[in-house]
T-cell receptor
Framework: GNSVTQMEGPVTLSEEAFLTINCTYT??????LFWYVQYPGEGLQLLLK?????DKGSNKGFEATYRKETTSFHLEKGSVQVSDSAVYFC?????????????FGRGTSLIVHP | NAGVTQTPKFRVLKTGQSMTLLCAQD?????MYWYRQDPGMGLRLIHY???????AKGEVPDGYNVSRLKKQNFLLGLESAAPSQTSVYFC???????????FGQGTRLTVV
C-alpha cells in the first residue's frame, strides 16, 4: 500500500535559518505529491504540490522537488520567519484500488524563534 | 466561497451519548473524507466516500458510522461515545483527479 514517512519534530530554528523537512514515500502507482501546512487551531491547507518527476512546487518561499529516483519530496525554505511556525504534512495522492485517497505523513512541527 | 464547513466546532459529550458531525462542501467534489487527529498520530482516515450514496471504511472505522445522502454533505455519527474518541475531527473533500484535498476547520470533541 501507499505510505509517507517524514522526519519527526519538533524542528526548532531561529529566524532567518534554513529549513529542510525530509519526506519519502512508497506508492504503487505514479502519485502526485503535496505539502500541507496547519496553523494552530486551523485545518490543513495546501502549501505546494508537484504532479510528475522533477517538477518543483513552490509557494511563499517554500519549495520541494519531486524526486522519483529517491522517492522523496523534501520541503525547503531559505530563510524562515516566526510566522512559519506550524505543523507541516507531506502527502501523496495515488489511484489505489480505483480511487484517489490521500495518504498523509504524521506531520512535523516547526517552531521558529525570533 | 465557503469551501468545506464543519459543524459544530466544539462539543463535550458524556460517555455513552450519541452525536452527529456535519460536513458540507460547495465545490461539487465527488470525494469526501473524515479524519481524526491525535497528538503524535498524525491524520488517520475514519471513513470516506467516493460519491453520493457511497461510503467505505478507512484506517480506524470502529465506533463510527457515516452517510452521504447528498453529494455536498457527509455526516459522521458516534452512536455511543467513548473517551478514546476524544480527538479533533477533520472533514475534507477532493475531486476525482489527484489534486489537493480541501479541509474544514475541524471539530474538537471531548468525551468525559
Amino acid at each position: 500500500g501507499n505510505s509517507v514517512t517524514q522526519m519527526e519534530g519538533p524542528v526548532t530554528l531561529s529566524e532567518e535559518a534554513f529549513l529542510t523537512i525530509n519526506c519519502t514515500y512508497t506508492a504503487t502507482g505514479y502519485p502526485s505529491l503535496f505539502w500541507y501546512v496547519q496553523y494552530p487551531g486551523e485545518g490543513l491547507q495546501l502549501l505546494l504540490k508537484a504532479t510528475k518527476a522533477d517538477d518543483k512546487g513552490s509557494n511563499k518561499g517554500f519549495e520541494a522537488t519531486y524526486r522519483k529516483e529517491t522517492t522523496s519530496f523534501h520541503l525547503e525554505k531559505g530563510s524562515v520567519q516566526v510566522s512559519d511556525s506550524a505543523v507541516y504534512f507531506c502527502a501523496l495522492s495515488d489511484k489505489s484500488g480505483g480511487s484517489y485517497i490521500p495518504t498523509f505523513g504524521r506531520g512535523t512541527s516547526l517552531i521558529v524563534h525570533p | 466561497n465557503a469551501g468545506v464547513t464543519q459543524t459544530p466546532k466544539f462539543r463535550v459529550l458524556k460517555t455513552g451519548q450519541s452525536m452527529t458531525l456535519l460536513c458540507a462542501q460547495d465545490m461539487n467534489h465527488e470525494y469526501m473524507y473524515w479524519y481524526r487527529q491525535d497528538p503524535g498520530m498524525g491524520l488517520r482516515l475514519i471513513h470516506y466516500s467516493v460519491g453520493e450514496g457511497t461510503t467505505a471504511k478507512g484506517e480506524v472505522p470502529d465506533g463510527y458510522n457515516v452517510s452521504r445522502l447528498k453529494k455536498q454533505n457527509f455526516l459522521l455519527g458516534l452512536e455511543s461515545a467513548a473517551p478514546s474518541q476524544t480527538s479533533v475531527y477533520f472533514c475534507a473533500s477532493s475531486s476525482t483527479v489527484p489534486t489537493e484535498a480541501f479541509f474544514g476547520q475541524g471539530t474538537r470533541l471531548t468525551v468525559v
